[in-house]
Protein backbone atom coordinates (compact mmCIF):
# COMPACT_ATOMS: atom_id res chain seq x y z
CA UNK A 1 0.00 0.00 0.00
CA UNK A 2 2.91 2.81 0.77
CA UNK A 3 3.84 2.20 -2.63
CA UNK A 4 0.96 3.09 -4.50
CA UNK A 5 0.22 5.62 -2.85
CA UNK A 6 4.31 7.15 -3.20
CA UNK A 7 3.64 6.37 -6.74
CA UNK A 8 0.58 8.47 -6.74
CA UNK A 9 2.32 11.26 -5.17
CA UNK A 10 5.34 11.13 -7.88
CA UNK A 11 2.88 10.81 -11.08
CA UNK A 12 0.68 13.87 -9.87
CA UNK A 13 3.66 16.21 -8.77
CA UNK A 14 5.43 15.03 -12.38
CA UNK A 15 2.23 16.06 -14.20
CA UNK A 16 1.33 19.34 -11.86
CA UNK A 17 5.30 20.25 -12.93
CA UNK A 18 4.77 20.19 -17.03
CA UNK A 19 4.59 23.79 -18.30
CA UNK A 20 0.96 24.53 -19.72
CA UNK A 21 1.40 24.76 -23.66
CA UNK A 22 -1.61 26.31 -25.19
CA UNK A 23 -2.30 25.94 -28.78
CA UNK A 24 -1.37 29.12 -31.08
CA UNK A 25 -5.01 29.79 -31.95
CA UNK A 26 -6.79 32.72 -34.50
CA UNK A 27 -9.97 34.20 -34.57
CA UNK A 28 -11.53 35.73 -37.22
CA UNK A 29 -14.95 37.60 -37.63
CA UNK A 30 -17.01 36.04 -40.93
CA UNK A 31 -19.11 38.18 -42.51
CA UNK A 32 -21.65 38.38 -45.42
CA UNK A 33 -21.57 40.38 -48.60
CA UNK A 34 -23.18 43.05 -46.72
CA UNK A 35 -21.06 43.37 -43.95
CA UNK A 36 -22.98 41.67 -41.42
CA UNK A 37 -20.94 39.36 -38.91
CA UNK A 38 -22.60 35.81 -39.57
CA UNK A 39 -20.21 33.61 -37.46
CA UNK A 40 -16.81 33.23 -36.92
CA UNK A 41 -13.21 30.86 -37.62
CA UNK A 42 -10.85 29.44 -35.37
CA UNK A 43 -7.40 28.54 -37.20
CA UNK A 44 -4.88 26.95 -34.66
CA UNK A 45 -1.63 26.18 -35.47
CA UNK A 46 -0.57 22.07 -35.05
CA UNK A 47 2.50 20.30 -35.47
CA UNK A 48 2.08 18.95 -39.37
CA UNK A 49 -1.39 21.74 -40.58
CA UNK A 50 -3.90 23.29 -39.48
CA UNK A 51 -7.13 23.38 -37.81
CA UNK A 52 -9.84 25.02 -39.28
CA UNK A 53 -13.32 25.35 -36.75
CA UNK A 54 -15.88 27.72 -38.68
CA UNK A 55 -19.37 28.55 -36.97
CA UNK A 56 -21.42 30.30 -38.94
CA UNK A 57 -25.26 31.46 -39.67
CA UNK A 58 -27.44 33.08 -42.17
CA UNK A 59 -25.79 30.91 -45.22
CA UNK A 60 -27.69 29.74 -48.00
CA UNK A 61 -27.95 25.49 -47.30
CA UNK A 62 -26.32 22.67 -49.27
CA UNK A 63 -22.77 22.74 -50.50
CA UNK A 64 -20.22 25.05 -50.25
CA UNK A 65 -16.65 25.71 -51.35
CA UNK A 66 -13.90 26.82 -49.14
CA UNK A 67 -10.58 27.92 -49.27
CA UNK A 68 -7.78 29.62 -47.77
CA UNK A 69 -7.15 32.63 -49.25
CA UNK A 70 -4.10 34.93 -49.99
CA UNK A 71 -4.58 37.59 -48.51
CA UNK A 72 -5.96 39.08 -44.85
CA UNK A 73 -8.37 41.85 -46.67
CA UNK A 74 -12.65 40.84 -46.79
CA UNK A 75 -13.17 44.57 -47.23
CA UNK A 76 -15.00 44.94 -50.23
CA UNK A 77 -18.34 43.35 -51.25
CA UNK A 78 -17.02 40.56 -53.62
CA UNK A 79 -14.27 39.37 -51.33
CA UNK A 80 -11.88 39.99 -54.44
CA UNK A 81 -9.66 41.84 -52.00
CA UNK A 82 -8.74 38.41 -50.08
CA UNK A 83 -7.00 37.42 -53.40
CA UNK A 84 -6.54 33.78 -54.82
CA UNK A 85 -6.04 30.37 -53.40
CA UNK A 86 -3.14 30.51 -51.34
CA UNK A 87 -0.57 28.56 -52.93
CA UNK A 88 2.89 26.73 -52.86
CA UNK A 89 3.80 27.16 -55.76
CA UNK A 90 3.28 28.35 -59.63
CA UNK A 91 1.58 27.82 -62.00
CA UNK A 92 -1.23 26.72 -59.61
CA UNK A 93 -3.14 24.08 -60.16
CA UNK A 94 -6.69 23.58 -58.51
CA UNK A 95 -8.19 20.58 -56.81
CA UNK A 96 -7.08 18.05 -54.19
CA UNK A 97 -8.53 15.14 -56.26
CA UNK A 98 -5.91 16.29 -58.79
CA UNK A 99 -3.11 14.64 -59.36
CA UNK A 100 -1.00 17.77 -59.69
CA UNK A 101 -2.52 20.09 -57.43
CA UNK A 102 -0.53 22.94 -55.62
CA UNK A 103 -3.00 24.98 -54.68
CA UNK A 104 -2.48 24.93 -50.88
CA UNK A 105 -5.52 26.60 -50.14
CA UNK A 106 -7.43 23.61 -51.01
CA UNK A 107 -10.41 22.91 -48.16
CA UNK A 108 -12.86 20.09 -48.00
CA UNK A 109 -16.78 22.00 -49.15
CA UNK A 110 -18.80 22.75 -46.23
CA UNK A 111 -22.13 21.72 -45.23
CA UNK A 112 -25.12 24.18 -44.53
CA UNK A 113 -27.77 22.66 -42.91
CA UNK A 114 -31.74 24.08 -43.70
CA UNK A 115 -31.36 26.51 -41.08
CA UNK A 116 -28.44 28.26 -42.52
CA UNK A 117 -26.11 27.22 -40.27
CA UNK A 118 -22.92 25.22 -40.12
CA UNK A 119 -20.24 24.19 -37.66
CA UNK A 120 -17.64 22.34 -38.70
CA UNK A 121 -13.75 21.25 -37.84
CA UNK A 122 -11.40 20.68 -40.97
CA UNK A 123 -7.84 19.47 -40.64
CA UNK A 124 -5.47 20.97 -43.67
CA UNK A 125 -1.42 19.52 -43.41
CA UNK A 126 -1.22 21.92 -46.71
CA UNK A 127 -0.66 24.95 -44.77
CA UNK A 128 0.90 26.12 -41.91
CA UNK A 129 0.26 29.62 -39.50
CA UNK A 130 4.02 30.68 -39.86
CA UNK A 131 5.98 28.79 -42.45
CA UNK A 132 7.06 25.62 -40.34
CA UNK A 133 8.16 22.75 -42.78
CA UNK A 134 8.24 24.14 -46.09
CA UNK A 135 4.27 25.19 -46.12
CA UNK A 136 2.73 28.12 -47.62
CA UNK A 137 2.31 30.41 -44.34
CA UNK A 138 -1.26 31.69 -43.30
CA UNK A 139 0.36 34.67 -41.22
CA UNK A 140 2.91 36.33 -43.57
CA UNK A 141 3.58 39.67 -44.16
CA UNK A 142 -0.23 40.39 -45.75
CA UNK A 143 -2.04 37.30 -44.18
CA UNK A 144 -4.63 35.58 -45.18
CA UNK A 145 -8.62 34.67 -45.39
CA UNK A 146 -11.37 32.29 -45.18
CA UNK A 147 -13.80 32.20 -48.36
CA UNK A 148 -16.94 30.61 -48.34
CA UNK A 149 -18.21 30.06 -52.23
CA UNK A 150 -21.77 30.01 -53.06
CA UNK A 151 -21.52 26.87 -54.87
CA UNK A 152 -19.54 23.20 -54.10
CA UNK A 153 -16.22 22.48 -55.52
CA UNK A 154 -16.05 19.95 -57.59
CA UNK A 155 -12.59 19.46 -56.44
CA UNK A 156 -10.61 19.51 -59.95
CA UNK A 157 -11.93 22.07 -62.26
CA UNK A 158 -9.53 24.88 -63.35
CA UNK A 159 -9.25 27.80 -61.06
CA UNK A 160 -11.50 27.08 -58.26
CA UNK A 161 -13.13 23.83 -58.35
CA UNK A 162 -16.56 25.71 -59.91
CA UNK A 163 -17.17 27.10 -56.61
CA UNK A 164 -18.66 30.13 -58.03
CA UNK A 165 -19.10 33.97 -56.32
CA UNK A 166 -17.75 34.35 -53.08
CA UNK A 167 -20.20 34.59 -50.47
CA UNK A 168 -18.46 35.07 -46.74
CA UNK A 169 -15.19 36.17 -45.94
CA UNK A 170 -13.07 35.59 -42.67
CA UNK A 171 -9.60 37.55 -42.21
CA UNK A 172 -7.23 35.12 -40.18
CA UNK A 173 -6.03 37.52 -37.13
Known amino acids: MIRGTLAVALTLVTVSALP ?31 LLRVEAKGLTPGWHGMHFHEKGDCSDAAFKSAGAHVHSTTPVVHGI ?29 LVS ?18 VIHAS ?22
Open 97 to 125: MNADANDAGDLPNLYVNADGSATVEVYST
Open 129 to 146: LKGDNGKPALLDADGAAV
Open 20 to 50: AQAPDAHTGELKNAGGSSIGTITVTGLPKGV
Open 152 to 173: PDDYKTQPIGGSGARVACAVIK
